[in-house]
């Protein structure tokens, strides 16, 4: 405050003179200033499939490996992918078809990767005449607005996103990784299956873990697996709405081919690791030898 009346209104003034004004003209909001409370926004949902709430993680994308996930709003169960438009439209469609159904709302944030899933979204939610149908069944919003998904990526980074960034910080330290074009296909080459290993086990460690109680949220606590499959044990409903198979084969129709990768590249990496006698790798140890080893043997 005393820097807005110096710099907006240019009046010098002692701050003991600016503290006794303000504890005599707002002194609820000083109390809770001093006790460090503000509002929190309390997230409601009716049941699962109400609202799926879909972002990407860009922590390594300066190493070249692209995150997608989604998570249901009242359940917490979530989903993966990566950050292809193309792929991304496939990995939502993949999901109507196995639970049946297409969720009431979706909502991303305003990334040209989520382009094409929304559009699909919307297209399979036109048929329906319900509350949110067609277009007004997708939301845009600020990535920091969708706290759900936000919710969850600080626990992913907490468990394993900040295990690949430190692993990856080390090997740009150590001159491994320059950030190059080659680099980052290479990277992802060796790291790719390892890393989606990771990210399903988590994904099902996830899924199948006890969400405790929360004064924020109106969402009952409980395995998300639960949650999500028996709502009724929860106080909710299954808000999904069924979808026909014929505008799903044609709805799938409209799903653009994936976007030109380096397939050429593999395809000399995969010659060479055979020429090098190394094994596919299983683990991130073996996953750092191979790319080491076909660095100084493609002279990268």
């Known amino acids: 405050m005393c820097q807005t009346l110096r710099q907006k209104h240019s009046l010098t003034v002692r701050r003991d003179d600016v503290m006794r004004l303000m504890r005599e003209m707002d002194p609820s909001g000083l109390q809770n200033r001093t006790r460090r409370l503000f509002t929190r926004r309390t997230y409601h949902s009716m ?8 972002d990407g993680y860009d922590k390594l994308k300066p190493f070249g490996v692209a995150i997608s996930g989604c998570i249901d709003g009242f359940s917490r169960k979530c989903g993966k992918s990566n950050s ?22 979706l909502r991303t944030d305003c990334g040209t990767e989520n382009g094409v899933m929304a559009a699909l979204h919307c297209t399979l939610r036109s048929e329906h ?11 845009f919003g600020a990535s920091k607005s969708n706290q759900r ?12 996103g900040q295990f690949w960034m430190n692993l990856f910080g080390d090997m740009r330290e150590k001159h491994l990784f320059n950030g190059s074009p080659e680099h980052k296909c290479l990277l992802q080459y060796c790291f790719l299956d390892v890393l989606q290993k990771d990210l399903d086990q988590y994904k099902q460690l996830w899924n199948s873990h006890t969400i405790r109680p929360s004064r924020q949220s109106q969402c009952p606590s409980g395995k998300p697996e639960a949650m999500y499959h028996v709502p009724h044990r929860f106080n909710g409903e299954n808000c999904g709405l069924t979808v026909y198979a014929q505008t799903l084969s044609q709805v799938y129709s409209f799903i653009p081919p994936p976007t030109p990768g380096t397939d050429e590249d593999n395809e000399e990496y995969t010659l060479l690791q055979r020429q090098g006698g190394l094994s596919t790798p299983l683990q991130w140890e073996s996953a750092v030898e191979n790319y080491i080893t076909l660095k100084d043997m493609a002279h990268l």
């Not at 049941?47 to 879909?54: D, L, Q, T």
């Not at 005449?129 to 939301?139: C, I, K, L, Q, V």
Request: proline share 6%; charged share 20%; net charge positive.
């Open 84 to 105: 292809d438009p193309s792929i991304i439209a496939h990995n939502y469609m993949e999901c109507v078809v196995q639970h049946g159904i297409v969720p009431k709302r």
């Open 47 to 54: 049941g699962p499939n109400e609202v799926w709430h879909v």
């Open 149 to 160: 998904i936000e919710s969850w990526w600080s626990y992913f980074r907490k468990q394993r």
């Open 129 to 139: 005449m319900a509350e949110f149908a067609g277009a007004r069944s997708h939301m």
